[in-house]
Nanobody, 123 residues
Framework: VQLQASGGGLVQLGGSLRLSCAASGRWMTSYTMGWFRQAPGKEREFVAATSRGAGGPYFADSVKGRFTISRDYAKNTVSLQMNNLQREDTAIYYC?????????????????WGQGTQVTVSS
């Protein structure tokens, strides 16, 4: 499995960005696809994920109501729409895939990682 994330950049406070992740590999439709982020000096943290086994998308409390996650099973892509971005959203965002289809929010539960894309929110 290979994951390629894109779409990061510099955005003003309150602005929006859309991240995309293209996945390649077998049986991708059965994987959980998620987004994590890591700010300087902090541990990598869960942001959002989606899988058929989890019954729908789920989000970290810190981004609920501002971020949405969507997935195109035919194209093997997953996107993260980020609205009303705040300074604390500044981080490197990573796309990840877990072979398990149930709800997965821990870093250790994901088997494959993309290279990360930087999101910087400025005021």
């Amino acid at each position: 499995v290979q994951l390629q994330a894109s779409g990061g950049g510099l955005v003003q406070l309150g602005g929006s960005l859309r991240l995309s992740c293209a996945a390649s590999g077998r049986w991708m439709t059965s994987y959980t696809m998620g987004w994590f982020r890591q700010a300087p000096g902090k541990e990598r943290e869960f942001v959002a994920a989606t899988s058929r086994g989890a019954g729908g998308p789920y989000f970290a409390d810190s981004v609920k109501g501002r971020f949405t996650i969507s997935r195109d099973y035919a194209k093997n892509t997953v996107s993260l729409q980020m609205n009303n971005l705040q300074r604390e959203d500044t981080a490197i965002y990573y796309c990840a895939a877990s072979i398990y289809s149930s709800r997965r929010t821990a870093v250790s539960q994901y088997n494959h990682w993309g290279q990360g894309t930087q999101v910087t929110v400025s005021s």
